[in-house]
């Protein structure tokens, strides 16, 4: 979904210039931000989760829980089949619009800001500045590059010792489209230069990869060291081999089919019809490969969501006007506080069959689901009160 609302729809929206209303804002924080959570909450939350020792997120596109799920003749796979062989959470939401601003919020915490929420056109940096007690960064005029100072979740398992890989479709099919490099393990750390224009915002017949649909590469801390981002953030191409022994497995994997597969083109540039059609197709060649892997059937889960919906709707926390959790922007989805509810399929050997769940979870409370797994503190807004991990709604077997 592209959706431009640039500080001239602001203005014209009849809402307060952006740089006065973050200021108020921030003025406001210094005086009634909400407690972050405690340590002991964490620590509860944690102790209430099944031992899953490797987690995988395949992340789609643009479809609403009621264009999806709600319509099993589009996508039977997605819709029937899986949520048949786990639990389908059916108030899970996303938390704006367009595509970056999600990708960058599931594996940071950060909400969006006038340029995330644009899909960053132009990589132009954000400030240095933090204000808690998320820990969000300051960026009243947008920004796309967050400084190393800024963690990920990747940096966060990476300090555990914990092993992570960002896999993403045609990534490296035409590295001058995407800058990236060759590696042993094939293409590796596609993205644009700071200051530089994306040119994977469209697909072409032979590379259909869109840096925007995934978060890690918006971040110093990941693409500041380059043997670090190689080593993470990779192409399709070691994904199978990766899969044979869970000693090779990742802890966490993140997987974005390329813009056909993901369902954001219909049809696609290739000839194929894309949409729900093609997102079918896609899972039921991959998730059977994961699900039969040794480390799935060691305490894997498999967490399979939408990045956006066809709504503005929003749970957990999220509200229109600046706030401690979103000072950067009034309307996180754009026209409204959300990116409304997209569903999500788990698959795990925690999870009865069958399992529905119509519990409020978002964006948020997937990172912070994954931090709980792996015991780590919660990054940006996956620390807010109103932000839960999924918990025995969804891990429905001992």
């Known amino acids: 979904m592209r959706i ?24 406001a924080v210094g005086c009634a931000a909400a407690s972050p959570v405690t340590a002991s909450l964490a620590a509860a939350s944690q102790s209430r989760l099944p031992a899953i020792r490797h987690v995988w997120v395949i992340e789609l596109e643009n479809f609403g829980y009621a264009q999806s799920f709600g319509n099993p003749a589009a996508d039977p796979y997605l819709a029937r089949t899986l949520p048949g062989q786990g639990a389908l959470l059916t108030s899970y939401y996303a938390i704006g619009h367009n595509s970056a ?4 919020a599931q594996v940071s915490g950060q909400a969006p800001n006038i340029l995330t929420q644009e899909d960053c056109p132009v990589w132009v940096p954000t400030p240095e500045a933090t204000i808690r007690p998320y820990h969000q960064v300051l960026a009243p ?50 993205h644009p230069a700071t200051w530089g224009i994306d040119h994977t915002q469209k697909a072409t017949t032979t590379d259909q990869y869109a840096t925007r649909h995934e978060g890690f590469m918006y971040f110093r801390s990941v693409t500041g060291d380059g043997k670090y981002c ?13 899969l044979a022994a869970a000693s090779t497995t990742p802890a966490f994997s993140w997987i974005s089919p390329n813009l056909c597969n993901d369902g954001h083109d219909a049809p696609c540039v290739t000839g194929q019809p894309g949409g729900l059609a093609q997102i079918d197709k896609f899972l039921a060649s991959w998730v059977p490969v994961i699900m039969a892997s040794p480390a799935y059937q060691d305490g894997g889960l498999i967490l399979i969501t939408f990045d956006e919906g066809s709504t503005d709707t929003a749970c957990c926390g999220e509200t229109s006007g600046f706030s401690s ?18 569903g ?25 689901t994954v931090e709980d797994i792996f015991r780590l503190p919660y990054l940006g807004d996956a620390a807010m009160p109103q932000v839960r991990s999924f918990g025995a709604d969804v891990f429905t077997r001992s």
């Open 325 to 342: 959790s979103h000072p950067n922007t009034v309307l996180p989805g754009l026209r409204g506080p959300g990116g409304g509810d997209v």
């Open 4 to 27: 431009f609302w640039s500080r001239r729809r602001i203005a014209s929206a009849g809402l307060a210039p952006v740089a006065t209303a973050v200021a108020l804002a921030v003025a």
């Open 101 to 104: 601003d999600n990708y960058i």
């Open 141 to 190: 005029e947008g920004g796309c590059v967050f400084p190393k100072s800024v963690p990920t979740l990747g940096n966060q398992l990476s300090a555990a010792k914990l092993s992570w890989a960002a896999y993403m479709q045609d990534m490296g099919n035409n590295p001058a489209r995407d800058r990236t490099v060759a590696t042993a393990r094939g293409p590796a750390c596609g």
């Open 230 to 242: 190689a080593a993470h953030v990779l192409s399709f191409q070691p994904l199978r081999g990766d």
């Open 344 to 368: 999500l399929v788990a698959l795990s050997p925690f999870i009865r069959p069958g399992t529905v769940s119509k519990v409020a979870y978002n964006h948020y409370s997937m990172l912070r």
